[in-house]
């Protein structure tokens, strides 16, 4: 709840920067100026999920090798390899 006696900066109509506006934003707050903003609906859709998995240094330094040497990322070849390793488990 907004105190009655609190002075608000106005909001600039314009910055010059990301870096003017994360400035300004990060030393004011944003429900000090309910009338600037408006709701919106929005739709999104995930298309990918990611997960994370801890993988021992030097597994991740033979695949890093690896990747390296076919030109691929280390994303790619790790999926390729599980890939393979799981389409005999399903």
Do not use: C
């Not at 030097?58 to 691929?72: E, P």
Request: glycine fraction near 2%.
């Amino acid at each position: 709840m907004r105190k009655k006696n609190k002075r608000v900066d106005p909001i600039p109509n314009e910055f010059s920067s990301y870096e003017e506006a994360a400035q300004f934003w990060g030393t004011h707050d944003t429900t000090d100026y309910p009338d600037a903003f408006q709701d919106v609906d929005v739709k999104t859709e995930f298309r990918k999920r990611h997960y994370q998995v801890e993988v021992d240094e030097d597994v991740i330094k033979a695949i890093r090798k690896q990747a390296q040497k076919l030109g691929v990322s280390v994303d790619r070849l790790v999926n390729e390899i599980l890939r393979k390793q799981t389409s005999n488990v399903a």
